[in-house]
C-alpha cells in the first residue's frame, strides 16, 4: 500500500557532496516525522542521522551537524537529504522512515525505504 523509495546514493570523494532523496506513495492520508537512518558496516543497528517535522523543524546527530542538511516538500511526500563535506566515516547504508497514516483517525505506524548505499572514498 504505501512505498518509500529511495535515490541518490554513490560513491564519492571525501569532502564531496550527495543529495538523497525519498519519495513516499500509495495511500496516504498524512504524514507525520519523516528521517533519516544510516547504517555502517559492522554495525548491527540504525543509528538517526536527521530528523524534519511537518513544520520543517530539524533536529541533527551530532556528527553530521554543519555538515548535513535535511528537507521535506509536503506536497509532493518527499524528504531530502543534502551531504556535504563527506568523510569515509559517513560511509554506510542510508533508509528514510516515515511516520504516516492510511486513513483519518487511524493511528500512524513507521514506513521505511529499502535503503540506499553511500561510500565515501578516495
Known amino acids: 500500500q504505501v512505498q518509500l523509495v529511495e535515490s541518490g546514493g554513490g560513491l564519492v570523494q571525501p569532502g564531496g557532496s550527495l543529495r538523497l532523496s525519498c519519495s513516499a506513495s500509495?495511500?496516504?492520508?498524512?504524514?507525520?516525522?519523516m528521517g533519516w537512518y544510516r547504517q555502517a558496516p559492522g554495525n548491527q543497528q540504525r543509528e538517526l542521522v536527521a530528523?524534519?517535522?511537518?513544520?520543517?523543524?530539524?533536529n541533527y546527530a551530532e556528527f553530521v551537524k554543519g555538515r548535513f542538511t535535511i528537507s521535506r516538500d509536503n506536497a509532493k511526500n518527499t524528504v531530502y537529504l543534502q551531504m556535504n563535506s563527506l568523510k569515509p566515516e559517513d560511509t554506510a547504508v542510508y533508509y528514510c522512515?516515515?511516520?504516516?497514516?492510511?486513513?483519518?483517525?487511524?493511528?500512524?505506524?513507521?514506513?521505511w525505504g529499502q535503503g540506499t548505499q553511500v561510500t565515501v572514498s578516495s
Open positions: 522512515k516515515a511516520e504516516i497514516s492510511l486513513r483519518r483517525f487511524q493511528s500512524e505506524r513507521d514506513y
Open positions: 500509495g495511500t496516504i492520508f498524512s504524514i507525520n516525522a
Open positions: 530528523g524534519i517535522a511537518p513544520s520543517g523543524n530539524a
